[in-house]
């Protein structure tokens, strides 16, 4: 079938990319689902710094590429047997989960070996690709490929939400609330009176703000929040930390916690975030910065202080566990993830949104489709 799909053509072409546009928003030709695998009609797809970072660079990628990872939509046709049904609406996820392979066996803690394979080649979990453009093939994004008006996509790569959760909620379920609360409960797991604190306040940063604020009645916890943007520690607080610090602040005061969550993607982050985790913390690192990066931690100061440094892939999730109970928290007025949307805008805008999403600027950029 035909269908419109923003496609990654060149890899770090020069900003702004308003100007340079690396992506061409453009026909394609989808293959019908195979067995096991759906096609979706996108309704919503979230932009993310894991966009961002193929676009320019920092994760390579192969291209060309249909962009976005972060998607929902209804399910419109089935490859075969299925336990979903057309209608359904779905949440896209980054990182499928075979259910067989030791990285599966760990309930969480570590990708699936497969899905992480599928993913650095551009294709379905299933194998293979089902895009093409022109003649070409076209790869996939993380198995997703939401910036477009469908998808074809492994059935392990969605997460059914009932008809109540909105598209813009059910994709913003995808990535940011996933990541960024999974690293909290799945990762730093906070008791009692711990201080929880998120270093870098994006759209991840942010959703771990908003779930560290629905354990607050529960387990009685200071939940701190970091950036070097005025406004957005200024909505932080306004999604329910008790505490917003700029990073020289922060330093200054001594102030630490026991729970700490990395979620901007760079090494100044990251130390910041290792230097305020308090003795026997955990600093859990979300955050994707350039592959060769490197950062000056003192050894020393984990073991005499009995600290720990724990890294967090998509929050540690297994997403068919995980969304339902976000869900639920959402359903019930504890996980007001609307909030995390700062603008919705079209598809012929990715390019231009790709340039907010570099300056810092909103939260979650959610594209809307007919």
């Keep these: 079938m035909r269908i419109r799909g923003a496609v990654l053509d060149r890899i770090g072409a020069p900003a702004p990319y308003a100007e340079s546009r690396p992506i061409s928003v453009t026909d394609l030709e989808l293959a019908e689902p195979g067995p096991g695998e759906l096609l979706v009609r996108i309704e919503a797809a979230g932009l993310c710094h894991s966009d961002l970072s193929v676009v ?4 390579v990628r192969p291209v060309p590429m249909l962009l976005g990872h972060e998607a929902a939509g209804r399910i419109e046709a089935i490859g075969g047997d299925s336990d979903l049904r057309i209608g359904q609406r779905v949440v896209m996820t980054f990182l499928p989960r075979c259910g067989d392979c030791a990285g599966c066996a760990t309930g969480g803690r570590t990708p699936c070996v497969p899905g992480s394979v599928a993913n650095n080649a551009g294709e379905l979990l299933g194998g293979g690709r089902r895009l093409r453009r022109d003649g070409e093939t076209v790869h996939h994004h ?37 990541t960024g609360g999974g690293a909290l409960l799945n990762s730093a797991k906070p008791v009692a009176r711990d201080r929880i604190m998120v270093v870098g306040l994006g759209g991840v940063g942010m959703a771990a703000v908003l779930v560290a604020a629905s354990l607050r009645a529960e387990l009685g916890c200071e939940v701190i929040a970091v950036d070097t943007v005025p406004e957005k520690l200024k909505l932080a607080r306004e999604l329910g ?32 975030a290792v230097a305020a985790t308090a003795p026997g ?35 540690s999730a297994v997403p068919s566990r995980d969304i339902p109970t976000y869900v639920r928290m959402w359903r019930a007025g504890r996980l007001p993830i609307e909030q995390l949307i700062s603008s919705r805008i079209e598809l012929a805008d990715v390019n231009a949104a790709m340039d907010d999403l570099a300056a810092g600027h909103g939260l979650r950029q959610v594209i809307i489709f007919d």
Excluded: K, M, W
């Design 142 to 178: 993380l198995g997703v490929s939401g910036f477009a008006t469908h998808a074809v996509v492994d059935r392990r790569s969605v997460v059914p939400v009932e008809d109540d959760v909105p598209p813009e909620v059910a994709a913003v379920l995808g990535c940011a609330v996933l």
């Design 281 to 315: 913390g955990i600093t859990v690192t979300v955050g994707l910065p350039n592959p060769e990066a490197r950062a000056s931690i003192s050894p020393l100061g984990l073991v005499a202080q009995g600290r720990t440094i724990a890294g967090s892939y998509l929050g």
């Design 56 to 59: 320019d660079g920092n994760r």
């Design 241 to 272: 930390a008790t505490a917003a610090y700029t990073p020289v602040e922060l330093a200054e005061q001594g102030i630490v916690a026991e729970a700490v969550v990395e979620a901007a993607g760079n090494v100044r982050a990251f130390e910041t």
